[in-house]
């Protein structure tokens, strides 16, 4: 990351977007009020986090294209679908729209399905899992400790601080979901359709066979190296009954949106298990792009 210490929009004026684009952050704060966000809100929050090495980067409508083709796909009314790695859910809703919801299960799945924090006033700590802290923000700003020399040194006190308490046992953190509430609130009407858990790529599926698995922005090779990406892809092949649908997406290419905003163009492509191996189905938006070969 070029600039691990970005502007919170909650003191700098929303202009500052068309100067600085996505550098400006919206409020991780805010996610601790998490239901009186708008929808667009809650997943720019969220994609501020940063846990294990991954940002939980995600935007309502960057799967539009990935969603026709599984729409023209007719999935069987009994499918199982299972999500990996979906950040706040919002694009997985999308696709249960774009389906009308005809499928028995919908398995909406990440690592990190919530974080811990602990608050100090007006300045907030989000933690790993493994208890390092991985985003502080305050009314001015968001910082990234774990990346920035110039943060650990702005919060040496309070970092030096929390460490103590952590080792002692007596870091008395909360926890905030990072569940989208629309995907939440749907998921309240449907509980026999709807299911929202924590899951590995790397590890084994151990509940229903799903008959499409997607894996959107999280088989990425800046986040695993080979070995890991080729493990993640022999599981998911692995888990898949013969004539089964893998879609792997791909948002990286940037370019600008109305506003000048810039935003990453989408690439999909819809394999089916043939013969024990994936064979490519279709392919969608800017295809050349994908990075992982199949
Ligand atoms: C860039 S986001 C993509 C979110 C969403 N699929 C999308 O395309 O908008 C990557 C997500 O993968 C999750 N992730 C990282 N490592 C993972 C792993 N080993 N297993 C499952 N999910 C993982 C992260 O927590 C994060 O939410």
């Known amino acids: 990351m070029k600039f691990p210490i970005k502007p919170n929009d909650a003191f700098w004026p929303g202009a500052l977007r068309r100067l600085i684009g996505a550098h400006l952050r919206k409020d991780p704060r805010s996610l601790l009020q998490g239901h009186q966000l708008s929808d667009k809100a809650f997943s720019q929050a969220v994609s ?101 020399r110039l943060a650990r040194l702005l919060f040496r006190k309070e970092l030096a601080e929390l460490e103590k308490l952590r080792r002692e046992h007596s870091l008395d953190l909360k926890k905030v979901p990072l569940i989208h509430p629309a995907l939440q609130k749907e998921q309240r009407h449907r509980p026999q359709q709807i299911h929202i858990q924590r899951h ?26 080979p070995e890991k990406l080729q493990q993640a892809l022999k599981l998911i092949l692995e888990t898949l009954p013969e004539k089964g649908l893998f879609l792997l997406v791909e948002n990286r290419i940037p370019r600008r949106d109305e506003s000048g905003r810039k935003i990453r163009r989408e690439a999909a492509a819809l394999y089916q298990k043939q013969n024990g191996h994936f064979q490519l189905l279709a392919k969608a938006g800017a295809e050349t792009e994908l990075q992982i070969k199949l």
């Open 48 to 148: 501020n986090l940063r846990l294990g090495g991954t940002f939980k980067t995600t935007r309502p409508g960057r799967h539009t294209l990935s969603n026709e083709l599984i729409r023209a796909q007719k999935l069987p009314e009994d499918a199982v679908i299972l999500d990996i790695g979906a950040s706040d859910g919002i694009t997985s809703l999308e696709l249960m729209q774009a389906i009308n919801f005809s499928f028995k299960k919908y398995y909406v799945t990440d690592l990190f399905p919530e974080v811990h924090y602990f608050q100090k006033e007006q300045t907030v700590f989000f933690f790993e899992p493994q208890g390092a802290c991985t985003l502080i923000a305050d009314r001015f700003f968001v910082y990234y400790p774990q990346l920035s």
């Open 200 to 225: 590995d790529v790397l590890q084994k599926w151990d509940g229903e066979q799903p008959f499409l698995i997607k894996a959107a922005n999280v088989l990425n090779p800046g986040y695993f190296p």
